[in-house]
């Protein structure tokens, strides 16, 4: 019998996160407490609807608490925002019927793991803000959850938001590095994960704007993205947070993780929101060899097989 993850997911929803979202909803295997928002791809009160449509489409009645509105720094890092202004393909398909509850996220997050000790696994989609500011909150309670999987770094490939950081990181990389620190297993799913074989390319989108409503909707929630996409020249969308909800979802995903010391650079600078792994026990030509480990990184993964897959689910 597979494991079933009780999970919080912690998002800035724009339209890979809504795909991941109707994913987990969709899967024995897992089971959602809550969603979590934060200001990222699109403001703290734009996640939390984008989440809410997402998780209505899914049927899945998971409550929705609203987080953190700006970085811990407090100074919003500018990012272009590829989805769109309002991350799901500027096609007014978003109209959740419910609201999000009253409580902080933050608060939520401590409840829940407080009355769950070492059962919750919290599933990071965006910038970690909220995660950070719960540790800074209440540590020990936060050294109670049971395992973190966060869609976030460049792995051991390049970056998106710079040559060397990924967005979700590059938002608030204090609050990367508060979480990296914390001394809970934390499972890494890098933007290296995420390349040409478990891209959407333009025939398969076209392909399911006629399929069914999940289908439809992540077609046209990723239209802006494949704009943007094309402008680099990719006729093909690809949908990072599904592909890390996808190795919790699935547990045959993943096929190997490397443990690594990831070190998280705050200083401002080029190399600002980069994320450093050191490989355990690997003996590098010209520093000692790393002893300790705070991530596994995943490194193999079934990716010719998420597209079909994860239709599969949005058919279902
Ligand atoms: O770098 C990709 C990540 O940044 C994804 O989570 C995407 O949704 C954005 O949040
Ligand atoms: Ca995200």
Redesign the pocket.
């Known amino acids: 019998m597979a494991e079933i993850h009780k999970i919080i997911v912690d998002s800035?929803t724009?339209?890979?996160?809504a795909a991941a979202l109707i994913l987990a909803a969709r899967s024995k295997t897992v089971e959602i407490l809550g969603v979590t928002v934060a200001a990222?791809?699109v403001s703290l009160e734009q996640a939390a609807l984008n989440s809410m449509a997402a998780l209505e489409l899914a049927g899945c009645d998971a409550p929705v608490y609203l987080g953190a509105t700006a970085p811990l720094s407090g100074e919003e890092k500018e990012c272009f925002s590829v989805?769109g202004k309002d991350g799901m393909g500027e096609a007014d398909i978003v109209h959740p019927k419910g609201k999000p509850r009253e409580k902080h996220a933050v608060d939520f997050i401590l409840e829940t793991v407080r009355a769950n000790p070492g059962e919750v696994e919290i599933v990071a989609?965006?910038?970690v803000t909220n995660l950070a500011l719960a540790i800074q909150k209440d540590r020990e309670t936060m050294c109670k959850v049971k395992r973190i999987w966060s869609?976030?770094t460049a792995g051991f490939g390049p970056g998106?938001?710079t040559p060397v950081a990924?967005?979700?990181v590059y938002k608030d990389a204090p609050a990367y590095k508060i979480m990296l620190e914390l001394g809970v297993p934390v499972t890494i799913l890098g933007?290296d994960m995420d390349d040409e074989p478990t891209w959407h390319d333009e025939k398969k989108l076209e392909e399911m704007k006629e399929g069914s409503e999940a289908q439809r909707f992540i077609a046209t929630a990723t239209r802006k993205l494949l704009e943007f996409k094309k402008g680099n020249g990719i006729a093909a969308v690809d949908l990072?947070?599904a592909v890390a909800m996808a190795c919790i979802c699935w547990p045959d995903f993943v096929e190997e993780t490397t443990q690594c010391y990831g070190s998280c650079i705050t200083e401002p600078g080029e190399t600002y929101g980069m994320v450093i792994f050191y490989r355990e026990g690997f003996t590098y030509d010209s520093m000692p060899k790393i002893g300790k480990c705070n991530v596994s990184v995943v490194s193999k993964a079934k990716k010719s097989e998420f597209v079909d897959r994860l239709n599969a689910v949005f058919k279902s």
Do not use: H, I, T, V
């Open positions: 800035d724009a339209g890979d996160d990222g791809n989805y989609l965006g910038p869609m976030g998106n938001a990924e967005f979700n933007l990072p947070d």
